[in-house]
């Protein structure tokens, strides 16, 4: 029998040791391949604001309108004033009160990342819950497609007013908005991942004498799995920016109600700070998703090498 | 053409097919005739090959047979039962890998045991057992994709043969092989053949395929597809490949074959060709 030879360790030629040979191998791999990632993403952050900084050196760009990051990443504490501020503003509440700067900013990054959180938790449980019923039932199919297409290129700005008038403020109408942001989409995703299964894995287990139910959880669901974390994965995002609306529209506190007070205050430093978090947090998230994802998905190889080669 | 579909054969027998034919997309304009007029009886214990040139519905059939698809006329038995949905007692191979990406190797061969809820022990040992008649035992707990492309039909036919078939349906199983990988897995499918007593259905376009395995061959015409007629071939095995015999059996295949790839392309060119 063929087995590709990983590390030609002596003596650890036993069956048993190879996977953790190997897996040695990988991890000390991963680790190299890790920190050029590290490298290459800040070279390419700096880049960026190197562009910016030489903008601001040559004069093109407006201080008052287009600070720099040295500028607006400059007095973290002066800009973490602004976070968190339904503690700060409650009645008999002195501004110095109250969590320091870079507290509130952990809070508000915090908050809005937990409603993200649980907005694509509930819309992807909903949505693969729902797409699956589609294709399992017929009826239900025709019931209840046709309103999910209908409903689905609705924009999420639409459903604001909708969300304020079921939930008021609070947690509630952001959650519910990035819900109600991802679902129809995720359920049209999830009826394409479905119907994208190998025709031949559905085959075996009916050859096998599989029942329907079984076929659906032994096979479908599995089989839809990485497309579906791949889906999630292009929510994420979409996420991320549907909770900055929902968040602008008095939630409390929030990145968004944070943007908000920066356009209403003209503060342009704030909001490229603000923005700077949210980008922070959004990669963050991002590279915890794909983390999982390989961790999940451990069948699945690493495709990403092959276009590589072109 | 035979309209008589009473079932004149014995029950002992492995497949049945009376009259059976497949109409794809029936009354659409889409409709395309795959298969007509199919009277076959294979015997229990028997290996037969279905050769034809691509396209002409032999999978079709071994669909058919499997009971994945309907019969749009005819119909089917296998040993004296009609068949109407799969059986666990008609094991159907692909020409692609069809194992299950997240399982391991032991599980993928017990999928259908787990499918009747056996416990774990008893899945793990029907496991080792069909393994080890495909010289795979030590692969057991590795996933698919460490698997080379012969050892992972080798892991499909030991799924097939832990469900104890009676009938195995192969489609093109070695078609993606290279060309040792494949004679090799041809001596191997023989040596699970005679050890399992089950009657194989063997679909291919290679007539090398067809020489080294059948006892009967079945040659196929195309659009739709019928049986042209069934050449026997009594050499026993282990088959000398290069023998004057099996030399001429393959020119008879492939002149027989030449006609029907003729007729495809002629019709191929009515079309190309506006009128």
């Not at chain 2, 659409?28 to 795959?34: E, L």
Request: proline share 5%; hydrophobic share 50%; charged share 20%.
């Amino acid at each position: 029998m063929a087995v590709v030879a990983r590390d030609g360790e002596p003596g650890v030629a036993a069956a048993a040791s190879r996977p953790a040979a190997a897996s040695r191998l990988m991890a000390s791999m991963a680790g190299l391949d890790w920190l050029a990632r590290i490298w290459w993403a800040l070279l390419s952050i700096s880049l960026f604001a190197g562009l910016w900084e030489l903008c601001w050196a040559l004069g093109w760009a407006d201080e008052k309108l287009l600070p720099p990051p040295h500028i607006f990443l400059d007095n973290i504490a002066e800009q973490g004033r602004y976070f968190n501020t339904a503690t700060r503003w409650q009645v008999g509440q002195s501004m110095t009160e109250g969590p320091s700067a870079f507290e509130s900013v952990l809070i508000t990054g915090a908050a809005t990342t937990a409603r993200v959180f649980v907005g694509l938790i509930i819309a992807s449980v909903l949505a693969i819950g729902v797409g699956v019923l589609i294709r399992y039932y017929r009826f239900f199919d025709r019931l209840v497609l046709p309103t999910i297409t209908l409903l689905s290129p609705v924009s999420p700005i639409a459903w604001l007013p909708v969300a304020i008038f079921l939930f008021g403020i609070g947690n509630a109408p952001a959650i519910f908005m990035v819900v109600v942001a991802l679902f129809f989409h995720m359920v049209l995703a999830t009826i394409n991942q479905i119907d994208t299964v190998n025709t031949n894995l559905i085959n075996v287990a009916r050859t096998m004498g599989a029942s329907k139910a079984q076929i659906y959880s032994r096979v479908i669901v599995p089989a839809i799995l990485p497309g579906m974390l791949q889906v999630l994965r292009m929510n994420l995002f979409g996420a991320w920016m549907v909770v900055l609306v929902a968040e602008s529209t008095g939630v409390g506190y929030g990145m968004g109600q944070v943007i908000m007070l920066a356009r209403n205050t003209f503060n342009p430093s704030l909001v490229f700070f603000t923005i700077a978090v949210i980008g922070v947090l959004g990669f963050t998230f991002d590279w915890l998703l794909r983390l999982a994802q390989r961790r999940i998905l451990y069948w699945l190889p690493d495709t990403a090498e092959r276009l590589r080669v072109l | 053409m035979s309209s008589d579909n009473a079932p004149h054969f014995s029950s002992r027998d492995a497949v049945v097919c009376r009259g059976v034919g497949k109409t794809w997309a029936a009354g659409t304009k889409r409709a395309h005739h795959a298969l007509a007029d199919i009277n076959l009886d294979v015997a229990p214990g028997e290996f037969v090959v279905f050769l034809g040139p691509s396209g002409c519905g032999k999978s079709t059939l071994l669909y058919l047979i499997a009971g994945l698809e309907d019969a749009t006329e005819g119909r089917l038995w296998s040993f004296g039962d009609l068949v109407e949905t799969p059986s666990p007692q008609r094991s159907l191979i692909f020409q692609e890998t069809s194992l299950f990406p997240w399982l391991t190797v032991w599980e993928n061969v017990s999928f259908g045991l787990s499918i009747r809820g056996a416990s774990k022990e008893e899945r793990r040992t029907v496991a080792a057992e069909a393994l080890q008649r495909v010289g795979l035992k030590a692969a057991m707990d590795k996933r698919p994709d460490e698997l080379s492309g012969g050892m992972r039909q080798r892991v499909a036919v030991a799924r097939a043969l832990a469900m104890r078939p009676k009938v195995l349906l192969m489609d093109e199983p070695f078609a993606a092989l290279d060309v040792q990988t494949r004679a090799r897995m041809q001596e191997f499918l023989l040596d699970v053949w005679r050890d399992s007593g089950a009657s194989v259905l063997f679909v291919t376009h290679h007539i090398d395929e067809a020489v080294a395995l059948a006892d009967r061959v079945v040659v196929f015409t195309s659009r739709p597809g019928r049986i042209k007629t069934i050449v026997p071939i009594d050499m026993p095995r282990p088959r000398n490949l290069f023998s004057r015999e099996a030399e001429s059996l393959r020119i008879q295949l492939t002149d027989l074959l030449r006609d029907e790839v003729d007729r495809a392309f002629a019709e191929q060119e009515a079309f190309a060709v506006p009128a």
